[in-house]
């Protein structure tokens, strides 16, 4: 008998294992932003140039380096056993600024690689160079970027490239995880793009989510850049949709007293009820890298949405600035000052075009 009771009580402890998994929730905390239009280096509290008096006082907000040194914070955590973490982008990195006068996507390219998204969308302004352009820089990315609504034949460029997908499906601690991605269907409108199609958004994260969930994913975020008045319309529309991240309109989503001179759009996130009952939240982190959202979501082991809340981070002088993305800082002022023979110190930032 005494044999027979370590084989009984290891039996006992897989048993406990297997129960455990069956009842297995994902908790797990996405970091995003929007619209960050080439602020590569921290700015005034408007966005524009961080004065030297500015940074003496400690008033300058975001910059590439403060949004780098808070994700690798959230994935170290993650290392070290805290909850998984997922940094999704919602485009419009390219434009705004003196940097992407000077350097267009190739800047934009070498920031992005060090934050490396796990997953990012188009922006509306990642057309500016046209499809050749687009193309070239997608190729120069080293990680997922995501567009369901793109709507041309399958021998176009856009469609032939391996970096631009309809979806993508992570894998996180044995969760699957699908990001549907979508982009404004009036950007053809805006940007001069005869040979680039869309369709709407809606239609295509539909057809996509139901590609997905046949495939045993029960996890669907749809990750776009059409404006927080479709980004409702997707949450509201797309059954299969668990939860929005957005971008394009900079919609300012907080919780409790204006924390600076943007006005309150709405909570964060913010809920819509599908007509079924279900709940999907919707975020956007304003624009500029000023803020990072921070959404705390609980997925039970039906991959159903059961818990969130979340806050974005006011990116100011509280927090550190991370030490490889200023020194691609320095290498470009040099570059540009190379180019600028005579020229006055630089960067000096202007609005969005």
């Not at 982008?89 to 434009?95: E, F, H, M, W």
């Not at 979806?167 to 805006?190: A, C, D, H, M, P």
């Not at 939860?243 to 007293?257: Q, R």
């Amino acid at each position: 008998m005494k044999a027979e009771i370590p084989f009984l009580l290891s039996t006992i402890g897989l048993l406990v294992l297997i129960v455990a998994a069956k009842k297995r929730n994902l908790e797990l905390q996405i970091l995003h932003n929007n619209d960050m239009h080439s602020r590569f280096e921290q700015t005034n509290q408007t966005g524009r140039n961080c004065s030297t008096s500015n940074a003496e006082e400690n008033q300058c907000y975001g910059g590439m380096a403060r949004v780098s040194y808070v994700i690798k914070e959230y994935r170290n955590k993650a290392k070290n056993g805290g909850p998984p973490v997922l940094y999704l982008n919602a485009g419009d990195t390219y434009n705004g600024t003196f940097w992407w006068a000077l350097f267009r996507d190739q800047i934009c390219a070498d920031y992005l690689n060090i934050l490396k998204p796990d997953v990012m969308c188009l922006g509306n302004h990642e057309f500016d160079l046209g499809t050749a352009g687009l193309v070239a820089h997608l190729r120069k990315l080293k990680f997922p970027v995501v567009m369901a609504n793109l709507n041309n034949s399958k021998d176009h460029p856009l469609e032939k490239i391996g970096g631009l997908m309809k979806s993508i499906v992570l894998n996180v601690t044995g969760f699957e995880i699908g990001v549907i991605g979508y982009l404004r269907n009036q950007t053809k409108n805006r940007v001069y793009l005869p040979d680039v199609d869309f369709s709407y958004e809606v239609d295509a994260i539909n057809q996509e989510a139901k590609k997905l969930t046949k495939n045993g994913v029960k996890i669907i975020i749809a990750l776009g850049h059409s404006g927080f008045t479709v980004d409702k319309i997707v949450a509201k529309n797309c059954p299969l949709v668990d939860l929005v991240v957005g971008g394009h309109t900079n919609a300012f989503l907080w919780n409790g007293p204006q924390p600076d001179f943007e006005v309150i759009e709405g909570p964060y996130p913010t809920v819509i009820t599908q007509d079924s009952g279900k709940q999907v939240p919707v975020v956007q982190a304003y624009k500029w890298t000023k803020y990072l959202g921070v959404l705390n979501v609980t997925f039970n082991k039906n991959g159903e949405l059961i818990n969130w809340s979340g806050q974005p981070l006011l990116l100011n002088g509280r927090y550190p600035q991370d030490p490889e993305i200023l020194a691609l800082n320095k290498l470009y002022t040099k570059r540009a000052q190379s180019l600028l023979t005579g020229s006055p110190p630089y960067p000096a930032l202007y609005d969005e075009i």
